[in-house]
């Protein structure tokens, strides 16, 4: 053994007082995601021709702008529900499992009679909106009340999830129709659906979390479990909740996903996007360890990803799609950690 | 030292329960299923898997995850065929780049882990979105090496046919890593060192532990083995595809869960990801027999296994603790 022990106590060095005293503004809390994206639109608006240009086609808008706005719907749906499953210091991993089964179960159930059941297009949205709060209500039982590490609670609907899906329509495209689907599809004064659909659960939930001491309850069941039981809240039911709440959104995501090509896919559909809602949230500001979330900051989380996404697909060819995003991911990690500011710029963290 | 059987070892012996029961009700039920060469074929045909997921292990074991593992594969057939088929590399050359490609992914992985205590889950996130990206990067479409897919036949060559029976180079590989696995992580200092990380890094600290070596290390490990795998799988297919093993790294996670390792680290067995490696493949090959069910019912049967497996670890450890307060009563009911 050539080193001798060091019998220094791994404690981080205590952080000065302020950082506790001086409560910061929550809209402080996006300032940093905002930058990007103003960043990346200026960017668009000098090297991307026609990138802001909307005009009006055939009784609704058009343009890169608008594209962005309706491809977004899915990624922000379901970053809406991870935002508050990461706050309580888990993870679900499911989610884009869910939305292929959602969209699946929805395609399935409005085929006609010998294999599906013919169901009307909303009947069959509803059910599938009722399958993905059961697949919700599924993690949030492993995670709650087996209190299953969440990462492999919802390891097991992540795997299972696409093969339930397989059994329901098999792995070609099924055809989803019926006038909410068009109308999913479709736009509402002049704006896609399915993106002013996404915003509308952002408001609600936003609402939801910030008017009412539920957003209060999720921060402190993910700060510290222990402390907030003594402190007389529900831990168990706040975290079997915000599964749930996850996996009604990835359902919801789901079914605009399939609206949005007008078929039903048990492979492609949701692939990787739990990757980029659990990215869209840690860019908004959302603790990955918990205890501290902005559902505005996912919004602009999210919107960043598909703005980064499209320009990528404007700017650089295909092949070069992903490794951006990766360096992307990366350079997010990076800059959200404590101890890169530290060791790189010195000093005190910044807020 | 005599071998008593404790609660530890349970994860391990239900997956090798589950193992035996697999394999009897398979060869009750279907001809053939019993014969050695379709045993013999378990490992010759999971060793891209059964080596990715020994390397995995190691990770899992020092409480931390490794997400690249399918991208780095694929990245790893990729080199190897675009060098060999483009550049005309010699592909043993080829071969090693490969290898180097993968240990310094999983270096760099390791480095980002360890210095900026970056939660590995979004690093090799990162990693799994740059291996994939650097695929595309070689070429958008599938790069066909048969023509001159030395690297099949160099393998072929090595195939051993024992009593009749054809085991490919490759599973003989596998076998040998495996127990070469089990040798490390049982009689090194690296491999103790694996087990006295799992998530409590002040503790393996303050025992002198390198903690910064030993991190890496697992990592640098990781990134080797899915590279390995992958010029593995690249003797079976013959054909780099930048798409292929899109989701592969659910089914190494899977084999590792399954073969007893729990995934909060610390707590596992090198040799029960091989057992987990061989019930995956069971439940292929009986799916496979039985032609009427479709092979969504892999993915179900495989998400169904986990469930259980996790439901049992937890019991055990519940169980565990509940045995300790008993034992010491004076110790802190919280871990």
């Given at each position: 053994?050539?080193?001798?022990?060091?019998?220094?106590?791994?404690?981080?060095?205590?952080?000065?007082?302020?950082?506790?005293?001086?409560?910061?503004?929550?809209?402080?809390?996006?300032?940093?995601?905002?930058?990007?994206?103003?960043?990346?639109?200026?960017?668009?608006?000098?090297?991307?021709?026609?990138?802001?240009?909307?005009?009006?086609?055939?009784?609704?808008?058009?343009?890169?702008?608008?594209?962005?706005?309706?491809?977004?719907?899915?990624?922000?749906?379901?970053?809406?529900?991870?935002?508050?499953?990461?706050?309580?210091?888990?993870?679900?991993?499911?989610?884009?499992?869910?939305?292929?089964?959602?969209?699946?179960?929805?395609?399935?159930?409005?085929?006609?009679?010998?294999?599906?059941?013919?169901?009307?297009?909303?009947?069959?949205?509803?059910?599938?909106?009722?399958?993905?709060?059961?697949?919700?209500?599924?993690?949030?039982?492993?995670?709650?009340?087996?209190?299953?590490?969440?990462?492999?609670?919802?390891?097991?609907?992540?795997?299972?999830?696409?093969?339930?899906?397989?059994?329901?329509?098999?792995?070609?495209?099924?055809?989803?129709?019926?006038?909410?689907?068009?109308?999913?599809?479709?736009?509402?004064?002049?704006?896609?659906?399915?993106?002013?659909?996404?915003?509308?659960?952002?408001?609600?939930?936003?609402?939801?979390?910030?008017?009412?001491?539920?957003?209060?309850?999720?921060?402190?069941?993910?700060?510290?479990?222990?402390?907030?039981?003594?402190?007389?809240?529900?831990?168990?039911?706040?975290?079997?909740?915000?599964?749930?709440?996850?996996?009604?959104?990835?359902?919801?995501?789901?079914?605009?996903?399939?609206?949005?090509?007008?078929?039903?896919?048990?492979?492609?559909?949701?692939?990787?996007?739990?990757?980029?809602?659990?990215?869209?949230?840690?860019?908004?500001?959302?603790?990955?360890?918990?205890?501290?979330?902005?559902?505005?900051?996912?919004?602009?989380?999210?919107?960043?990803?598909?703005?980064?996404?499209?320009?990528?697909?404007?700017?650089?060819?295909?092949?070069?799609?992903?490794?951006?995003?990766?360096?992307?991911?990366?350079?997010?990690?990076?800059?959200?950690?404590?101890?890169?500011?530290?060791?790189?710029?010195?000093?005190?963290?910044?807020? | 030292?005599?071998?008593?059987?404790?609660?530890?070892?349970?994860p391990l012996l239900a997956t090798f329960v589950v193992c035996a029961m697999l394999y009897l009700f398979g060869a009750v039920s279907?001809?053939?299923f019993a014969?050695?060469?379709?045993f013999?074929?378990f490992?010759?045909?999971?060793?891209?898997?059964?080596?990715?997921?020994?390397?995995?292990?190691?990770?899992?074991?020092?409480?931390?995850?490794?997400?690249?593992?399918?991208?780095?594969?694929?990245?790893?057939?990729?080199?190897?065929?675009?060098?060999?088929?483009?550049?005309?590399?010699?592909?043993?050359?080829?071969?090693?780049?490969?290898?180097?490609?993968?240990?310094?992914?999983?270096?760099?992985?390791?480095?980002?882990?360890?210095?900026?205590?970056?939660?590995?889950?979004?690093?090799?996130?990162?990693?799994?979105?740059?291996?994939?990206?650097?695929?595309?990067?070689?070429?958008?479409?599938?790069?066909?090496?048969?023509?001159?897919?030395?690297?099949?036949?160099?393998?072929?060559?090595?195939?051993?046919?024992?009593?009749?029976?054809?085991?490919?180079?490759?599973?003989?590989?596998?076998?040998?890593?495996?127990?070469?696995?089990?040798?490390?992580?049982?009689?090194?200092?690296?491999?103790?060192?694996?087990?006295?990380?799992?998530?409590?890094?002040?503790?393996?600290?303050?025992?002198?532990?390198?903690?910064?070596?030993?991190?890496?290390?697992?990592?640098?490990?990781?990134?080797?083995?899915?590279?390995?795998?992958?010029?593995?799988?690249?003797?079976?297919?013959?054909?780099?595809?930048?798409?292929?093993?899109?989701?592969?790294?659910?089914?190494?996670?899977?084999?590792?869960?399954i073969g007893g390792?729990?995934?909060?680290?610390?707590?596992?067995?090198?040799a029960g990801?091989l057992l987990g490696v061989l019930i995956l493949a069971l439940i292929?090959t009986i799916?496979?027999?039985?032609?009427?069910?479709?092979?969504?019912?892999?993915?179900?049967?495989?998400?169904?296994l986990?469930?259980?497996?996790?439901?049992?670890?937890?019991?055990?450890?519940?169980?565990?603790?509940?045995?300790?307060?008993?034992?010491?009563?004076?110790?802190?009911?919280?871990?």
């Amino acid at each position: 053994m050539s080193e001798t022990p060091t019998l220094e106590a791994p404690v981080p060095a205590s952080p000065p007082l302020a950082r506790y005293t001086r409560v910061p503004s929550p809209w402080l809390k996006v300032l940093w995601p905002v930058a990007a994206l103003i960043l990346l639109l200026l960017f668009d608006l000098i090297f991307v021709p026609h990138f802001f240009r909307v005009s009006v086609s055939q009784g609704h808008l058009s343009g890169s702008l608008i594209d962005v706005f309706r491809l977004a719907a899915p990624v922000m749906l379901v970053s809406v529900g991870m935002t508050l499953v990461l706050a309580t210091g888990g993870v679900d991993l499911s989610v884009g499992a869910i939305m292929a089964l959602a969209g699946a179960v929805a395609a399935r159930l409005m085929v006609a009679a010998p294999d599906g059941a013919n169901l009307s297009p909303w009947l069959a949205a509803l059910a599938a909106l009722g399958v993905a709060l059961l697949c919700g209500a599924w993690n949030g039982a492993l995670v709650a009340m087996l209190d299953i590490q969440p990462i492999v609670a919802t390891l097991v609907l992540m795997i299972a999830g696409r093969g339930l899906a397989m059994e329901f329509i098999g792995s070609g495209y099924v055809d989803v129709h019926g006038a909410l689907f068009n109308r999913l599809h479709g736009y509402v004064l002049g704006l896609p659906a399915a993106g002013l659909l996404a915003l509308l659960v952002f408001a609600a939930t936003g609402a939801f979390a910030r008017g009412t001491s539920a957003g209060l309850l999720i921060e402190a069941t993910g700060a510290n479990k222990v402390a907030s039981r003594f402190a007389g809240v529900n831990v168990v039911l706040v975290t079997f909740l915000t599964y749930v709440f996850c996996g009604f959104c990835s359902g919801l995501a789901g079914l605009v996903a399939a609206a949005d090509i007008q078929k039903a896919n048990a492979i492609h559909t949701g692939m990787y996007l739990e990757l980029d809602a659990i990215l869209a949230a840690v860019i908004g500001g959302t603790s990955l360890i918990g205890g501290r979330f902005s559902i505005l900051g996912a919004l602009i989380g999210a919107l960043l990803i598909q703005t980064l996404t499209t320009t990528l697909t404007y700017k650089v060819p295909v092949e070069y799609t992903l490794v951006v995003k990766a360096i992307v991911v990366l350079a997010v990690c990076l800059l959200q950690s404590d101890t890169f500011r530290r060791k790189v710029f010195g000093g005190r963290a910044v807020a | 030292m005599k071998f008593r059987l404790d609660e530890k070892h349970y994860p391990l012996l239900a997956t090798f329960v589950v193992c035996a029961m697999l394999y009897l009700f398979g060869a009750v039920s279907y001809r053939h299923f019993a014969s050695p060469q379709v045993f013999a074929d378990f490992f010759s045909e999971n060793a891209p898997l059964g080596i990715a997921a020994l390397g995995l292990t190691f990770v899992i074991l020092s409480g931390g995850i490794d997400l690249s593992v399918a991208s780095v594969m694929a990245l790893s057939t990729m080199v190897i065929a675009g060098m060999t088929a483009r550049l005309h590399v010699h592909p043993a050359l080829a071969v090693l780049a490969a290898l180097a490609m993968g240990t310094l992914i999983g270096w760099a992985t390791g480095l980002l882990v360890h210095v900026f205590e970056l939660p590995p889950f979004l690093v090799t996130l990162a990693t799994l979105f740059l291996a994939r990206g650097a695929c595309f990067l070689v070429s958008m479409t599938p790069i066909d090496v048969s023509g001159h897919n030395a690297l099949g036949r160099a393998f072929a060559a090595m195939d051993v046919s024992v009593g009749g029976i054809d085991v490919r180079a490759r599973a003989w590989m596998l076998l040998a890593l495996v127990l070469l696995g089990v040798l490390v992580a049982r009689f090194t200092r690296f491999g103790r060192g694996v087990y006295a990380l799992d998530g409590n890094e002040a503790a393996a600290k303050l025992m002198g532990l390198p903690i910064g070596r030993i991190k890496v290390g697992v990592y640098t490990l990781g990134g080797f083995c899915s590279a390995l795998a992958g010029v593995i799988s690249m003797s079976m297919i013959s054909s780099g595809d930048p798409i292929k093993y899109m989701g592969y790294e659910l089914d190494a996670i899977a084999a590792v869960v399954i073969g007893g390792t729990l995934l909060t680290g610390g707590v596992g067995y090198v040799a029960g990801t091989l057992l987990g490696v061989l019930i995956l493949a069971l439940i292929q090959t009986i799916i496979t027999f039985d032609g009427r069910l479709d092979s969504s019912w892999t993915r179900i049967t495989i998400g169904l296994l986990l469930f259980a497996f996790i439901a049992l670890q937890k019991l055990l450890t519940r169980f565990r603790l509940g045995r300790g307060k008993i034992r010491f009563p004076a110790a802190p009911a919280s871990v």
